[in-house]
C-alpha cells in the first residue's frame, strides 16, 4: 500500500508531463486536422477539406519528394561515411582519440551557430568553398539560392551534422565483433577487405539497422538547417523545403493550423510506415546470432 | 641507452593519410568560424579571400554585448537549461526508478504508453502546445519555453534500463534495514545511478542548450530569446556584419565544446548505451 502510494507519486511528474505536453496535444493535433482558420482565429469544423486540400496542393507533393531525397541522401551518405570512419578508428591507430573528438565535434555543435558558418562558407562571391573551387578553376554556383543545388547543400551539412553520431555507435557495435572470429579468418587466408565484408559487416548488421532506423527518423524531421540557411523567403525555399518546413510556414508563418496539422500527421503517418518497412526488410540483410 | 626504432606500421600510415584530410574537412566550419570572428569586415569580405586576420579584433566581441542583446540571451540560454536539464533528470530518475524496481497497479501499461509517446516525431505537438500556452498567457515567457520540456520520456526509458542493471539485493536489503521505497532511492538507488544520471543529463544540456523550433515559435522578443534563436533571428538586423556574427556564434558554440572535451568518455559511453539499450 505505501509502495504503491510512493510509486505513484514518483511517476507523477512524467506522467502528467507527458498527458499535458504530448498525449493531449496529439489528440488536439488529429481534431485541428479537421477544422480551418480563419483570419481572426476563428475555428471552423470543415470535416475532411484539409486532407482532400492536401492531396491537391502541389507544394506539398514537392514537399514530399524534398523530404524523401534528404532522408535518403543524408541518412546513405552519414551512415556510409560514419562505417568507414568507424572501421579506420578501430584499427586503434595512434591519435584515434583526436580523431574520435574531431569528427564528433559537429554532433555538439548549436545548429543555429553552425548553420551561420555554413551559410558563409557557401557563399557564392566571398564563400570559401567557391574561392577554393575557383583555384582549380571551377566557377561554383550559387549554393543556397540555386534552385539545383539548395537541397544538396542543405543535404551535405546535414550529413555533416550526424556523421559523428553513428560513428560512436559503429564503433561500439565493431568493438563487440570478437578478435577471435579476425585471427581465424585471417588464418583462412582472407585479407583485410576480405574479412571486412564476410566477417565484420554481417556481425555489425544489427548496430547498422539501429543507426539507419534513428537516423531516417531524424531525417525526415530535418528542421534546423533550412530554416538557418535557406530560409522562409529564401528564393531557392520551394526547390528544398520538407515537409516539416511546410507545416511550420503553414501553422506560424501563414496561420492555417488546421491545415498544418493536417501535413504534419501525413509526415506521422509516413515515418510510421517507412520505419515498419525498415523492420519488414531488416530479416533480408539484418545478421542475429 | 638506445631504443630500437619500431617498424613502420603501413597500415596504420594508411589510416592516418585517409584520417587526416576528413578531420579536416570536418573541423574547417570551425576553423572559418573563429579565425572570421577575429576579422575586420574588410577582411572577412576581402577577394581574394584572407585566411588570417591581420590582428585579433576583440572588438567585435564587444560590439556583440553592446549593440546587440547577447549579454541578455546568453543568461536566457542558461537559465532555461539549468531549469530543464534539473527537472528533466530528477523527474526521470524518479519515474526510471518507480518503473524499473515498484510493483504497482498499471506499471506496464502506463510505461508502455510513455514508451509510444517516444515514437511519435515531437513537431506532431507543437501547435496544440502553442495554443495551450496561449491560453496560460504564456506565450514569450521563460516558462512558456521551458515547463513543457520538463518532463523526458526518452530520459524516463533509459534511467528505467539502467536502474534494471544494479543488482537486486540491494534494494532487499535495503528493506530488512526498514528503509521505505523513497528512502531507497535516495540513500541508494540515486547514488548509484550516478553514471546514467550524468550520461541523460549531458544529453539534456545539449539538446537544450541547442533547440531551435519550439523557442522559436514561443520566444519573440529580443529580450526573452534563447540564443539559439537569437543566432537565427541575428542576420535580419546585422546582415552584412559577419565578423560579429561569427564572434556570436563561437560563443554559443562554446559551452557544449568545452564540455563535450570534459565529459567526453561519459558522451561517448552514453551514446553507445543508448545504441544498445534500444
Redesign the interface.
Known sequence: MNVVFWAYVLIAPIVIGEALFALWPLAQSIYLSFTSWGVFGQVRWTGLENYSQLLEDPEVYSALRNTIVIAVASVFGSVSIATFLAVLLNVGVRGTSVYRVLLFLPVVTMPAASAMVWKWLYNSDIGLLNSALSVVGIDGPAWLTDKSYALWSVVIVTIWNEIGIGMIILLAGLQGVPKSLHEAAHLDGAGPVATFFFVTLPLLTPTLFFVVVTSTIGAFQMFDAIFLMIGPEGYALDSAQNLIFLFYKQGFIIGDKGYAAAIVLVLFLIIALVTALQFWLQKRWVHYE | MTTAKPPVNY??LL??I??IP??II?????I??VL?AFKTLAE??????QIFPSSLRWENFVRLFESFNFGTMYTNSIVATVLRVT?QVS??A??G???AR????G?DI?FA??LS?M???P??????????MAQLGWVNTLQGYVV?G??S?FG?FLLRQFFKTLPEELSEAAKLDGC???RT?FWIMLPLAKPGLVAFGIFSI?WS??E??WP??ILNSPEKMT???G??TM?GEYVSD?PV??A???L??MP??V???IF?RQ??EG??LT??K?
Request: charged share 5%; with cysteine.
Open positions: 597500415s596504420h589510416v592516418h585517409v584520417l576528413v578531420c570536418m573541423v574547417i566550419p570551425f572559418w568560424m572570421t572577412a569580405t576581402a577577394i581574394p579571400v527537472a523527474f526521470a524518479m519515474a526508478y518507480a518503473f515498484l510493483r504497482f497497479p506499471r502506463i504508453v510513455l509517446v515514437m511519435i516525431p513537431v506532431l505537438y507543437l501547435i496544440p502546445k502553442f495554443l495551450l513543457p520538463f518532463t520520456a524516463t521505505g521505497p523513497v532511492f545539449l542548450w541547442n531551435l523550433l522559436l515559435i540564443l539559439s534563436v543566432l537565427a542576420e559577419y556574427m561569427m556570436g556564434a563561437v554559443a558554440v557544449m565544446i564540455m563535450f572535451f567526453q558522451f561517448i551514446i553507445a545504441g544498445s534500444s
